[in-house]
């Protein structure tokens, strides 16, 4: 058999019902990404930003994802610069001109809501700005292609053909993940492919889009810390991540922000 055909029965198929559990946790997630806009400004330390995040998930009755996760001690990663994901919260102040990538997963009533945003830290370059309209733009165009009989390559060409023809490159060591009450479940979903290639999309799978995409080349590398990824080459890097659910005719994007902060710049 096929190995795609066996892929796409490994992947858990839920019920409608569960589509409202993870819509909860996809708009605390997403609602979390939200409060935190007003306070990302230069002069902020990330460990800051990370307590006002537990708080914030806590208060809302639900926990952080991250905390205790492979021994991970905070409830978000935060990645600056040519950090490309798994930025550890700490005493590190944010500059003017700084792009970062905000990433938090909760659970709430057992079901996961794992998203992340760019912000910017007072004012980024022209370069920045465009790393960060074309990364967006290349999850939705991710996003556009998710339907029933659609296959995961569909989704990583939209990704790859859309982010190589700006002239970046698509980050090739970190994928989205299939997702619902567990973290991190079947399938990988990879942000490059072939059309026509990997796991066949049915109703009911829950899974994460997250385009790591570099200004330079798609290399990265993990520091001692074990967790900071890092482009090898220090080009800048962006991300953007969302949860999205197959349904009959599309999918159902669990984690759009519920007060329309999509993209920088957030002019509140
Ligand atoms: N939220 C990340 C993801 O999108 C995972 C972070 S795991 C951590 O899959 F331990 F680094 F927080
Ligand atoms: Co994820
Ligand atoms: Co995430």
Aim: hydrophobic share 40%; net charge neutral.
């Amino acid at each position: 058999m096929e190995q795609s055909a066996s892929e796409s029965r490994r992947i858990t198929l839920h019920a409608p019902e569960d589509f409202v559990g993870m819509r909860r946790a996809g708009q605390l997630a997403a609602a979390t990404l939200d409060m935190i806009t007003p306070h990302v400004r230069p002069g902020v330390t990330t460990g800051a930003l990370d307590a006002l995040i537990l708080e914030f998930i806590e208060k809302n009755g639900a926990t952080s994802a991250t905390v205790g996760y492979r021994g991970y001690q905070h409830a978000s990663c935060i990645s600056i610069n040519h950090v490309v994901c798994h930025g550890i919260p700490g005493t590190k102040k944010l500059m003017d001109g700084d792009i970062l990538n905000i990433d938090v997963t909760v659970i709430l009533d057992g079901w996961y809501g794992d998203t992340s945003r760019m912000y910017a830290a007072g004012t980024p370059s022209t370069k920045a700005k465009l790393l960060m309209d074309v990364t967006y733009e290349s999850l939705m165009r991710g996003i556009k292609a998710v339907r029933p009989g659609a296959r995961l390559g569909d989704v990583g060409h939209a990704i790859q053909s859309y982010v190589e023809k700006q002239r970046f490159s698509v980050v090739r060591d970190f994928c989205g993940h299939g997702i619902g009450r567990t973290f991190h479940a079947s399938p990988n979903v990879l942000h490059f492919g072939r059309p026509g290639e990997g796991a066949v999309l049915k109703p009911g799978m829950f899974f994460t889009i997250e385009p790591m995409v570099n200004v330079g080349r798609p290399e990265v590398k993990v520091l001692d810390d074990g967790w900071t990824a890092v482009t090898r080459d220090r080009s800048l890097s962006a991300q953007f991540e969302h949860m999205i659910g197959v349904t009959e005719d599309g999918c159902e994007v669990f984690t759009y922000s519920p007060a329309g902060l999509h993209k920088p710049p957030y002019d509140i």
